[in-house]
């Protein structure tokens, strides 16, 4: 049987790139039913995340041009991965495949290809991966390829500088949508779900037009988001480290009381001072692991919406 294919699209402030890089995906998605790995009716699906350009008139625009084209619109800004959520849930019962992408040319879309060729050949979901950075700046890279080697060393298992551009099949989304966490990390969540996978490699351009989103700032939350939702591995590393402090302190004890006992004991207020701010901060730092995690189960039992649509460019009541 031949798949019907929506490609998911989060869109936020992306008003420049966005008339010249729809064209490419309504082309892939007429090549791809050309070649007949796909049915004529796929669609090219975008997500509105709330921006506050002309975006959303642009995708409507493009709906009315093209049935090819249709869009959802988040009742505000709700940030890449619960757009991309958006997305794939209300795809996930119209289609037998997705695959997200982002709207701004980065990822080589040629790649749907051999994605697709992966699915027709039995594999449920297909990472794409990067096999070069060359286009990045050096701090992009390099603060990008620290961010997979931390998440690792912390416990959280990504696959390596895949992001979020992937094929999902409906019944591995179908599963997916029993994980209910308001607390998202896709590429972290996704491989937990199973089923038979693989991956493509592509290699990352530049962004065609406008600024990426994702400065240092957001890219430090991203991690600290997935390794905390995904590992308790700093826990049981603070957990360690108290140990740790805890046997120098015992055998400092056992030095200072024999320094006592012999008569030798000193001021020692440099010492002590040391030893009191290395502590403090210790437990500082150790008391904010701790919080982080508390927040996340905090955020957690509220259970909110992780996404609200406000606008669908077709009517519900039809089929997309
Ligand atoms: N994006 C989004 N909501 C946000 C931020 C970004 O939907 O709050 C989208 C954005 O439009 C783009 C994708 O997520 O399609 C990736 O963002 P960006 O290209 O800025 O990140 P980078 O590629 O630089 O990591
Ligand atoms: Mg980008």
């Not at 959303?56 to 757009?83: C, F, M, P, V």
């Not at 060729?117 to 449920?124: F, H, I, M, S």
């Not at 065609?208 to 957001?218: D, F």
Request: hydrophobic share 45%; aromatic share 10%; with cysteine.
């Amino acid at each position: 049987m031949i798949p019907r294919l929506f490609i998911v699209i989060p869109c936020y402030n992306e008003q420049e790139v966005l008339p010249i890089t729809a064209p490419m995906f309504l082309a892939k998605v007429k090549d791809l039913a050309a070649a007949g790995k796909i049915t004529d009716d796929s669609r090219v699906l975008f997500v509105n995340d709330g921006s506050r350009d002309n975006t959303w008139q642009i995708i409507e625009e493009l709906a009315k041009t093209d049935a090819h084209y249709i869009g959802i619109s988040q009742s505000r800004n709700r940030g890449h991965q619960n757009a991309v959520l958006a997305g794939l849930m209300e795809a996930k019962d119209k289609c037998d495949i997705t695959i997200s992408i982002d709207c701004d040319g980065q990822d080589d879309i040629n790649a749907m290809d051999a994605m697709v060729d992966a699915y027709l050949d039995g594999c449920e979901v297909v990472y794409g991966v990067r096999s070069s950075r060359e286009t990045d700046t050096f701090f992009k890279r390099f603060t990008a390829q620290s961010f997979y080697k931390f998440l690792a060393a912390m416990g959280a298992e990504v696959v390596y500088n895949h992001a979020d551009y992937r094929l999902i099949s409906a019944r591995v989304l179908k599963e997916f949508s029993n994980f209910k966490e308001v607390n998202l990390f896709l590429r972290g969540m996704i491989p937990l779900v199973g089923f038979k996978s693989t991956s493509v490699s592509y290699s990352r351009a530049e962004r065609i037009a406008g600024e990426s989103h994702y400065p240092l700032k957001k890219m430090i939350a991203l991690a600290i988001d997935g390794i905390t939702s995904l590992s308790v591995k700093p826990l049981r590393m603070i957990m360690g480290f108290g140990m740790f402090i805890a046997f120098v302190s015992f055998i400092g004890c056992i030095w200072a009381l024999i320094t006592a006992l012999c008569g030798k004991a000193v001021a020692g207020w440099a010492s002590m001072t040391c030893i009191v701010c290395f502590v403090g901060g210790v437990q500082l730092i150790c008391l904010g692991i701790i919080g982080e995690y508390i927040g996340k189960i905090y955020m957690e039992t509220k259970q909110r919406p992780r996404y609200i649509i406000s606008d669908r460019t077709w009517d519900e009541q039809e089929n997309g």
